[in-house]
T-cell receptor
Framework: DGGITQSPKYLFRKEGQNVTLSCEQN?????MYWYRQDPGQGLRLIYY???????QKGDIAEGYSVSREKKESFPLTVTSAQKNPTAFYLC?????????FGQGTRLTVV | AQSVTQLDSHVSVSEGTPVLLRCNYS??????LFWYVQHPNKGLQLLLK??????LVKGINGFEAEFKKSETSFHLTKPSAHMSDAAEYFC????????????FGKGTRLHILP
């Protein structure tokens, strides 16, 4: 069954710790994306990658890092430099006529 | 580069009355346009998409949208609102070129009044 898998669904971390969110796809899409959702602000683009070993900053990349070592995987690290990391994070793949989304990870930093 | 603007952050309609959620886009290339719905604490669900075929697109749950190139619009409509339609709706634009990105509007929260 093709799709995007984000794990975990809920994640809790202490302030000052880095945390990595997983995103895996078996759709064979070159392009993958990470978005952050906050109430009243829609989904804002953090990072995107159009090909393996290459990625670009989106609108709110500060405090985040990514890697794209293989086509299927696009993990997002929320670093301690991110001032307000508590949010809902959504991974996507596709582009052009197709767009697929994971179920999201809700990160809470306490 | 492409962008998308949802003109209303909140829309309230009475149950049984028509729904109109407005979306305008800009794109240097022929876009694909999508409408997604998100219910509280749920993921995104695709309502419908336009991919350069018919300009009037029918989706799930009675929703439809019309692509109007001259107005750069892709408004979402439904003839009769139901209480279960209360949710957040996102208009999304995507293009197929080297700088391919999927861009979201800021969302419109639809409230259904009894």
């Amino acid at each position: 069954d093709g799709g995007i898998t984000q794990s975990p669904k809920y994640l809790f971390r202490k302030e000052g710790q880095n945390v990595t969110l997983s995103c895996e796809q078996n759709l064979n899409h070159d392009a993958m994306y990470w978005y952050r959702q906050d109430p009243g602000q829609g989904l804002r683009l953090i990072y995107y990658s159009q090909i393996v070993n290459d990625f670009q900053k989106g609108d709110i990349a500060e405090g985040y890092s990514v890697s794209r070592e293989k086509k299927e995987s696009f993990p997002l690290t929320v670093t301690s430099a991110q001032k307000n990391p508590t949010a809902f994070y959504l991974c996507a793949a596709g582009g052009g006529t197709e767009a697929f989304f994971g179920q999201g990870t809700r990160l809470t930093v306490v | 580069a492409q962008s998308v603007t949802q003109l209303d952050s909140h829309v309230s309609v009475s149950e049984g009355t028509p729904v109109l959620l407005r979306c305008n886009y800009s794109s240097s290339y022929s876009p694909s346009l999508f409408w997604y719905v998100q219910h509280p604490n749920k993921g995104l669900q695709l309502l419908l998409k336009y991919t350069s075929a018919a300009t009037l697109v029918k989706g799930i749950n009675g929703f439809e949208a019309e692509f109007k190139k001259s107005e750069t619009s892709f408004h979402l409509t439904k003839p009769s609102a139901h209480m279960s339609d209360a949710a957040e709706y996102f208009c999304v634009v995507s293009v197929m070129n080297r700088d391919d990105k999927i861009i979201f509007g800021k969302g419109t929260r639809l409230h259904i009044l009894p």
